[in-house]
């Protein structure tokens, strides 16, 4: 789950009724099946965390002030206790695993979780025991194998999950993850990609670039967007006045003042008429509509009218969503699993 747009929540390291309105309910036979790997998600209640199953029901009661969200079998609720901010660390069961003392931390990813102690940043493993002890500027999640991180200087590079540096710091710019064994970097104003060993896998000469995503990036030359390959290669030629992330074989994509859906031959696929777009997961895209958020489905039909102030992806069969200061969750039908409250 990507907690960032909800970062203020504490989610993240210091990170009911079917309405009517909406297209009819019935199942979407081209939606890939919920991810299956994440059993339950954060809730909040009277301004505590805890934590609901994809059916809103409260399993893991909320005691905590803040929480890391399961990954690879566990997840994390921290509380200030005798002077000391503590994490627990626990399975789906609520079980404890075990303790850190720690103020920042992030989810396990590789079997490594970052956590950050008087302003520096270490790794522990999914016993809670130091790999790296925190010296590090900064460190970010695993992917692919790789963590961005900031050891002594100020300075990016990645880490594998030994804690080796395996390539340097010695990038000014804030890279990216690596995804589809590419990941971005900036030098002198233009945009390339890095291949996992360090080695400059595509040259920087773009004006402006994104991550990968299945195989695809999004690349601006000049004042349009178009898709490369992992090679580099355009798959499809800068045309766009934006372009988001590929994903179900969909990119949201902006023309004229609207964005719209194209598939994977630059082909339309949902009619433009948005305000902002989103990539799909699990068979949902998240849309701005006159100044809410709601989600569509692959031929453009809404699953809930727009009344959100901010939404996150689908994962598990359900996505977060905000009303006002209120948190929830809705199904891939638009229904409230849990719905939003203080």
Not at 46 to 57: E, I, S
Not at 178 to 205: C, H, K, M, T
Not at 303 to 327: K, S
Request: charged share 25%; net charge negative; with cysteine.
């Amino acid at each position: 789950m990507n907690l960032l747009r909800f970062a203020w929540l504490g989610l993240a390291v210091l990170l009911v009724p079917t309405f009517a309105g909406c297209d009819s309910a019935s199942t979407d036979p081209t939606a890939p099946p919920p991810t299956a790997d994440i059993p339950l998600f954060p809730v909040q209640r009277d301004g505590d965390w805890g934590f609901m199953d994809a059916t809103g029901r409260l399993a893991i009661a909320p005691d905590y002030d803040a929480v890391i969200p399961f990954s690879e079998g566990l997840a994390a609720g921290r509380n200030y206790r005798d002077g000391r901010h503590l994490w627990t660390f626990f399975g789906v069961d609520g079980a404890e695993a075990f303790e850190v003392e720690a103020y920042g931390m992030g989810p396990f990813r590789d079997g490594r979780a970052r956590a950050e102690v008087n302003g520096r940043w270490g790794l522990i493993d999914e016993t809670g025991a130091w790999v790296v002890n925190p010296y590090m500027n900064d460190a970010r999640d695993f992917s692919e194998g790789l963590a961005r991180v900031k050891t002594t200087s100020y300075q990016w590079g990645f880490m594998n999950p030994d804690g080796d540096v395996v390539i340097p710091t010695e990038y000014d710019s804030d890279l990216e993850d690596f995804a589809d064994s590419r990941a971005l970097f900036e030098d002198e104003g233009q945009w390339g990609y890095l291949g996992p060993s360090g080695n400059v896998a595509i040259d920087p000469q773009f004006d402006e670039a994104r991550s990968f995503s299945h195989g695809r990036a999004a690349v601006r030359v000049g004042t349009q967007w178009g898709y490369i390959d992992t090679s580099g290669q355009f798959v499809l030629q800068p045309q766009f006045i934006s372009a988001g992330d590929f994903a179900e074989n969909r990119a949201p994509v902006r023309t004229e003042n609207a964005w719209e859906y194209v598939d994977a031959n630059g082909q339309r696929v949902v009619e433009p008429g948005y305000d902002e777009a989103r990539k799909f997961s699990e068979g949902r895209a998240a849309v701005f509509i006159d100044g809410y958020w709601t989600f569509i489905r692959p031929g453009g039909g809404r699953i809930h009218p727009p009344e959100f102030d901010e939404v996150e992806d689908f994962e598990g069969g359900v996505a977060m969503v905000r009303i006002g200061e209120r948190i929830g969750y809705i199904g891939l039908e638009g229904d409230f699993v849990w719905y939003p409250e203080n």
